[in-house]
């Protein structure tokens, strides 16, 4: 009886035994159930902006009147630091591209997105024909960051030195004149508005060389030619040419008050007949 008794006790020990260790199985398989649904779902917890090594730039392009400007090349170049703490690595743009140049363009709401950017400085260049080309250095330190660019068009360029001119900020002028150049050097209106600017400055002759330049290149406007005969009558002292002028001037519009000046003129000087001035 007491061998019996030892026996049922060691039989009952066992199972319990075996009843723990079925439950920690269980609790170890349901464990790892649940940690591979949450790397199935995407569940675990994602890199911060901070925590890449490479990743898209976004950015957007917008004009001096704050629209959108598709079409802009957008040209990424690394930025390193030598030993002595200057900048290395950047080049002109237009060099042939290799394997550090990230390139993108912006669409037709001015926004861009260039892959593969790493992490830090960078040279950032954004470009696009009849616009001033736009140039920075940034630096790159998150996933959410966006670049905004802003960048001027030839057009937009001359409105605000035509603003600084009737303000008389002459340095300002000269500036956006300047720049509309390099923007549109083939354009003649910049140069133009380089001859009101000297005009005013008190820089006749220089004033005048330009006009005569234009009218040489076939820049025949009726503005031109009056700005012309204004420096001639009353700045240079050149009667005579001021009357070509307002002749030239009378052929592309009709101005009472300039036909006017121009009898008194051919009066004084005995040069020609009024009629001259509606015949080519």
């Not at 075996?18 to 609790?27: G, K, T, Y």
């Not at 690595?89 to 290799?98: F, I, Q």
């Not at 260039?114 to 998150?142: L, T, W």
């Amino acid at each position: 009886m007491r061998r019996g008794w030892r026996e049922t006790i060691d039989i009952a020990g066992t199972r319990d035994h075996i009843a723990q260790e079925s439950v920690a199985a269980a609790w170890a398989c349901a464990t790892l159930l649940v940690a591979a649904a949450l790397l199935s779902t995407g569940c675990v917890t994602p890199e911060g902006p901070y925590d890449f090594v490479d990743a898209p730039l976004h950015g957007m392009v917008y004009d001096y009147g704050n629209r959108p400007v598709g079409g802009a090349e957008i040209i990424v170049r690394p930025v390193k630091q030598d030993a002595s703490g200057g900048e290395t690595g950047r080049r002109n743009p237009s060099e042939p591209s290799d394997s550090s140049v990230f390139r993108g363009t912006s669409g037709g709401m001015g926004r861009f997105r260039v892959d593969g950017v790493p992490r830090g400085r960078h040279e950032i260049v954004v470009r696009r024909e009849g616009f001033e080309e736009a140039r920075r250095v940034v630096e790159f330190e998150s996933r959410t960051q966006i670049l905004y660019v802003r960048m001027p068009s030839y057009a937009q360029l001359l409105a605000r030195s035509k603003e600084a001119l009737a303000a008389r900020r002459w340095c300002e002028a000269g500036d956006y004149i300047e720049r509309a150049g390099r923007v549109a050097p083939e354009e003649p209106d910049h140069r133009y508005y380089g001859a009101v600017l000297d005009t005013l400055r008190g820089e006749y002759e220089q004033a005048a060389r330009i006009l005569e330049g234009l009218l040489s290149a076939s820049y025949r406007e009726a503005a031109v030619y009056l700005a012309l005969a204004d420096l001639s009558q009353y700045r240079l002292d050149r009667p005579g040419e001021a009357v070509e002028y307002l002749r030239g001037y009378l052929r592309r519009t009709e101005d009472g008050s300039a036909r006017r000046r121009l009898q008194e003129l051919e009066r004084k000087t005995g040069d020609g007949s009024p009629d001259e001035a509606t015949s080519e």
